[in-house]
Each structure stands twice: as C-alpha cells, then as structure tokens.
C-alpha cells in the first residue's frame, strides 16, 4: 500500500460537504457506538478541526464482525465511503463506509489512558505524547500554528528578514544569570586548573558556553547591516519561577530595527500583536469558540477584540509609580520607585484601571540590562513592556545603547567585562545608529488568545523545574 501526505482532510470534507462525493479518511477512531439496528457510528479525527466525522459502519461490511466492532479509542483507520446528509443534529454529514481498514490496534484497550471522558490538564501533562488527540490540545495546537504563521506573514509583508540566532552561546544577553550551562566534559571527571576551578579550556569550544536567554545582541549585529530583521526561536532560563507563566524553555520573536526609536518599537510592537489577535481569530474562529466554551469563565473573543479596535495605552513607569501610589490598594508588596513593579501591581494597573493593553515605558535603568538606552534624566532607561490582562508582561522591550562612551559606561557600572563582548561593542565603533528592538513571549500569547491557565498546556512538551519527564 502506498501512503502520501494528503490535502483532502476532515476539515475539508465537513466544509465543502459535497453530498454524494465518494471521500477517504484516515485518522484515529475518538468513540464507537454500535445501533440496534446492526451498524456502528465511528466518530473519526484527524486533528484538521475540532469535529470528528461521523461514519456509519454497516454490518454488511465484510470485516464488520472480524474487526469493525472491536474498534476502541484510539485505533488507526483508513475508511473510504460516500457522504451524505446526516439525519442525527449534531452533524450536518456523514459518511456511509464501503471499505473500513485498521491500521493499528489499541493494546489493551481498557488500559488505554485517554478514555472518552474529561481528563484534568493535569492529568494530560503526565502523558504529553499522547494529549494531542485531545480536542482540547489540537485546538491549541492549531492556535499555536496560526500564530506562527501570522508572525512571519506579519514581519515578512514589512520586509523584516528572518535570521537564525545561535542557541548556544558565551553571552548572558539578561544579565540575569539565568543560564543553563552547555559542556561535553565528563562529569565524574572534571578538568581542574592549576586554581582547582573548572578548565573550561579543555572543554568542547574551549570556553565556557549556555544555552541563549535571548537572541537580540546577534540580531542587533544583522540589524546593523539589514535594517530590519528578526529571529523566533527557542530560548532557555534556568529561573526557579514555579508559575503558570514560566517555562524553562520557551519561544520568542525578537524584531529588531536600525533607525528606530522607543516610540517607534512601541509602535511596531502594538500593530504586530493586533495583527496576531486578528489573524487567528479569522484563522481558528471554531477552535477558539470551542476553547471559550470549555471555561466559560474565560472570555477570549471579547477581548481579542476589544483589543484590537482599541489603541494601547502608554505610561512611563515613573506615572505607573504614581498612580500605584495613589491607588490606595491593599498590596502585599508596596511600590517604590526604583524596584520591579511586583505581578500584583501590574494586574491592577492592566485589568482594574485600563482594562487593555499597556505599555509602560522608561524603567529605573538599575533595574534593566546593561544594553538598554540611557535617558536625559540619567535615571531611567528607554525601555518598554506590554501587559495584558490575565497574563501580564509579554514583551520586553527597549532602544540600544548606540553611544560606544555611554556603552562602555554602563559596563562598567554593571561589572561587565568588555571582552566578553567586544564584537558587540565593536558595533559601537563602525557605523552605529539608533536602534530598538523587543522580545515576545510566544507562548504567552498562545495563553491569552487559547484561554488555557497554565503555560505547560500551551506548548507540546514543556520543559520546567523537575520537570522533563518525556
Ligand atoms: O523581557 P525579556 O527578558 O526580554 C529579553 O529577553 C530581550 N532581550 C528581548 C529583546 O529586546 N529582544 O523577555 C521577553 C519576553 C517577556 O516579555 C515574556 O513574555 C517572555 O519573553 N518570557 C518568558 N516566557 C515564558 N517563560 C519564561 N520563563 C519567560 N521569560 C520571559
Ligand atoms: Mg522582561
């Protein structure tokens, strides 16, 4: 038998519903029920769309008591069959089956893990090689999908090119020190030099190497020479942050553009992410709609959009500061100026007081990395994130420091070896402009827009603290 990548998938056949049509499907069987009447009703996905077909599977088949009616979950078919006008409500099409292959049998099907039943997220995680199959799961599956799609639709109409930054790499781009380490030396037989530390000479690039926080410092070397251009890959934090908001291993589009300033990233950044709304609610309108009727407490549609047709707000932190200050609310950590706004202060600010997107803008720059624009004031920094509700930040944001004196400064300040960083100060030194860029958490918007509460049901294999199983 011969096997190819097919186009003709449920999806299409439940859209096009050209009754009469003689149509083939292979997917995986979701329930079998058998009718008095001596046939069975399949209900068969193949992960194109929320709905499974119905096929109806007559005991005239000639496999029908041998295999047919011993279908359960989870099997693999090949069936090939004529639609026609469903008399049931739930569908408006169904097939009536001429030929019904199994490909796979379910071993023990009593001990199959996804039963047809509601299973906890929780539950789901455990067996993240087989979630997929959910409804659930392809819905976001296919949200993911779309916005990826949408993010290089929108980056590639604006000319931006799409450039591969290194996973590996000797730079904390953060300066968070967050970094899981990369190393080919043998554990149980560490290289010592002469000080009893570690020799990282010996070791596979001769230095010592991490995975990336971020690609931005190599995509600001493009930017100097492409203009626009960005990267969206995966990138990695060794941050103990047990929330539903953190991944170890995460995906981010990092846009970064020469001559531009905050206000022009700020203005990037709000059409790319209203370009993302708009997309996927046009693109995933039934996965959306079963997602929102799954957790009806979680509105998605409203707000998408809403946020769309609104114009984001922008304040600087110092009002930001301000207005947390005269909010008299009972916060469990007070604001000051000059620290990190806490979760809760942003959550009060994006959802009670604006109720929509916000940037706030120009932070404490002794809070911020060391490559962010210094301001006037000497104070604060031209940096920027966007919050929405229900998630908080996602994307960080900020102008580059062009001025080589101003650069070494803030190094200097920061206890940075130049050295480390000598192609990126370089950068400095021939041909420097004002440039801006920002990081998106992707999988943060795959949160807001699926409704799904937790950051690990959003990505097909999540990688968090103790946390790796498969
Ligand atoms: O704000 P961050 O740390 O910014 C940077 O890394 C910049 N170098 C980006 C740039 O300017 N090119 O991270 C950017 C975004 C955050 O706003 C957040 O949405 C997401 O990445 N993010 C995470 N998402 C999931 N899990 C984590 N542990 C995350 N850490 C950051
Ligand atoms: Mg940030």
Known sequence: MKYVARANRIKNILSTANIGASVKIQGWVRSRRDSKGGFSFL?????????GIQVIADRSLPNYDSEVKHLTTGCSVEIEGNLQKSPGTKQQVEVLAKRINVIGWVDNPTAYPLQKKRHSLEFLREIAHLRARTRTFGAVSRIRNSLSNATHNFFQSRGFLYIHTPIITPSDCEGA??????????????PKNSNGEVDFRQDFFGRPVFLTV??????????????NV????????????????????????????????LEGDMDLAESYVKHLFRSVLEDCTEDIEFLERLTPETKIIEPLTRFIDSEFERISYTEAVKLLEQSHQPFEVPVKWGTNLQSEHERFLCEKYFGKPIFIFNYPKQIKPFYMRVNEDNKTVAAMDLLIPRIGEIIGGSQREERLDVLQERMRELNIDPRDYWWYIDLRRFGSVP????????DRVVQFVSGMRNIRDVIPFPRTPNSAEL
């Open 43 to 51: 209900d068969i996905s193949d992960g194109s769309c929320v709905a």
């Open 177 to 190: 020190g967050e970094l899981f380490r990369v190393t080919a030396i043998e554990l149980d037989n560490v």
């Open 214 to 227: 971020s690609g931005q410092l190599y995509a600001e070397a493009y930017a100097s020479a492409l203009t």
């Open 230 to 261: 960005y990267t969206f890959g995966p990138t990695f934090r060794a941050d103990n942050s047990n929330t539903p908001r953190h991944l170890a291993e995460f995906w981010m589009v990092e846009p970064e553009m020469a001559f531009c300033d």
């Open 435 to 442: 440039h801006s860029g920002f990081g998106l958490g992707f």
